[in-house]
């Protein structure tokens, strides 16, 4: 059974919880919010699975690695969309691709109080949730299951996330089914804890003496390219 001795060791991308068909693994926030693998012993049968996929395994598949990165350069056609996007909005034009084959998209969103988790888009609509960074650990839920059952049906999938994240999602997967998943990651620098981001907008809303109801963790409209600062829409109609 896998066992986190080492928080280096894990990434809490759920690859093990989402094999294990006992579900004997759940995932638990440490004190900081990251989320972390937890077995519960008296349904674990000892397959060896949630070994066996864990990204950090030291015998992780690396057979589809290039011998040297390739890069590119990419930015969408239409203005609007790089205005609203983080970077160069290839992930719009992407996953519209992928949205017009009939396929579905996911990537990360709110839930409850701007609380960051991965969901799953088939519209355009439902997809524009996912643009803009939002540096915070997401919490997969039950996502990697939802793709699998996606690909089962016959759909292509994108999935966009960390490195960590979308290297969890490709050993889950398996040869058998990863045709027709799309994998896009971040250049990552690590997440901060989930916790820090509850508190952070606990203190503004204390500060400012009303609710937050919309965040952009970096406003490129307002401060350019270059910066790196976030923009909070308050009820009372103030804004920081």
């Given at each position: 059974?896998?066992?986190?001795?080492?928080?280096?060791?894990?990434?809490?991308?759920?690859?093990?919880?989402?094999?294990?068909?006992?579900?004997?693994?759940?995932?638990?926030?440490?004190?900081?919010?990251?989320?972390?693998?937890?077995?519960?012993?008296?349904?674990?049968?000892?397959?060896?699975?949630?070994?066996?996929?864990?990204?950090?395994?030291?015998?992780?598949?690396?057979?589809?690695?290039?011998?040297?990165?390739?890069?590119?350069?990419?930015?969408?056609?239409?203005?609007?969309?790089?205005?609203?996007?983080?970077?160069?909005?290839?992930?719009?034009?992407?996953?519209?691709?992928?949205?017009?084959?009939?396929?579905?998209?996911?990537?990360?969103?709110?839930?409850?109080?701007?609380?960051?988790?991965?969901?799953?888009?088939?519209?355009?609509?439902?997809?524009?949730?996912?643009?803009?960074?939002?540096?915070?650990?997401?919490?997969?839920?039950?996502?990697?299951?939802?793709?699998?059952?996606?690909?089962?049906?016959?759909?292509?999938?994108?999935?966009?996330?960390?490195?960590?994240?979308?290297?969890?999602?490709?050993?889950?997967?398996?040869?058998?089914?990863?045709?027709?998943?799309?994998?896009?990651?971040?250049?990552?620098?690590?997440?901060?804890?989930?916790?820090?981001?509850?508190d952070y907008l606990s203190y503004l809303e204390?500060?400012?003496?009303?609710?937050?109801?919309?965040?952009?963790?970096?406003?490129?409209?307002?401060?350019?390219?270059?910066?790196?600062?976030?923009?909070?829409?308050?009820?009372?109609?103030?804004?920081?």
């Amino acid at each position: 059974m896998i066992h986190i001795t080492d928080p280096a060791d894990c990434c809490g991308c759920t690859a093990c919880a989402s094999i294990c068909a006992h579900d004997a693994i759940t995932m638990q926030p440490d004190c900081m919010g990251f989320l972390y693998p937890t077995v519960n012993t008296t349904l674990c049968t000892d397959c060896g699975l949630c070994e066996t996929v864990c990204a950090f395994n030291e015998h992780y598949d690396t057979s589809l690695n290039l011998p040297q990165p390739e890069a590119y350069a990419a930015r969408h056609k239409n203005m609007k969309e790089v205005e609203t996007s983080r970077s160069g909005a290839a992930f719009i034009a992407i996953s519209d691709w992928i949205l017009q084959q009939g396929g579905s998209v996911y990537g990360a969103g709110y839930t409850d109080h701007f609380r960051v988790v991965h969901k799953r888009a088939t519209t355009r609509e439902e997809r524009d949730e996912f643009k803009g960074s939002k540096y915070v650990q997401s919490d997969m839920g039950k996502v990697f299951r939802q793709v699998k059952q996606d690909l089962r049906n016959g759909m292509i999938v994108l999935f966009s996330g960390t490195p960590c994240q979308t290297s969890g999602l490709n050993a889950y997967i398996g040869k058998k089914l990863c045709k027709n998943l799309y994998l896009v990651d971040i250049v990552c620098h690590g997440v901060p804890a989930p916790y820090l981001w509850r508190d952070y907008l606990s203190y503004l809303e204390k500060k400012q003496g009303a609710k937050i109801c919309w965040v952009n963790f970096r406003d490129k409209q307002e401060f350019g390219w270059r910066a790196h600062k976030e923009t909070f829409n308050l009820l009372k109609g103030q804004e920081r």
